[in-house]
Nanobody, 125 residues
Framework: QVKLVESGGGAMQAGDSLRLSCVAS????????LSWFRQAPGKEREFVGGISWSDGNTYYGDFVKGRFTISGDNAKNMVFLQMNSLKPEDTAVYYC??????????????????WGQGTQVTVSS
């Protein structure tokens, strides 16, 4: 497992932009797939998107529709989630997740073996 720490959440207005960061403690960063999930009150944890260091691709949940972008900095062991045009329905706790599996980022929570503590994002209309 790898320790993950998210940051950057906060209270926003609809239409704002926000960037979340996740730092991983494991130096063998290239072996991991890193993804973002979110969970709103009373709802299941939802796949936002992920980046696979093994194939260099990024993957997104169906709802993203171009509003969110995932990027990473391998040298700093970090992954970012840039969120634009925020909506009230984006309100959730956002989690960073990692797996030692090689391959595409999966939308299944069971695929991941390390999770951060989450960071709250609240969007008001």
């Amino acid at each position: 497992q790898v320790k993950l720490v998210e940051s950057g959440g906060g209270a926003m207005q609809a239409g704002d932009s926000l960037r979340l960061s996740c730092v991983a403690s494991e130096r063998t960063f290239v072996a991991y797939t890193l993804s973002w999930f979110r969970q709103a009150p009373g709802k299941e944890r939802e796949f936002v998107g992920g980046i696979s260091w093994s194939d260099g691709n990024t993957y997104y949940g169906d709802f993203v529709k171009g509003r969110f972008t995932i990027s990473g900095d391998n040298a700093k062991n970090m992954v970012f989630l840039q969120m634009n045009s925020l909506k009230p329905e984006d309100t959730a706790v956002y989690y960073c997740a990692a797996t030692s599996n090689h391959g595409p980022a999966s939308s299944s929570t069971a695929y991941y073996d390390s999770w951060g503590q989450g960071t709250q994002v609240t969007v008001s209309s």
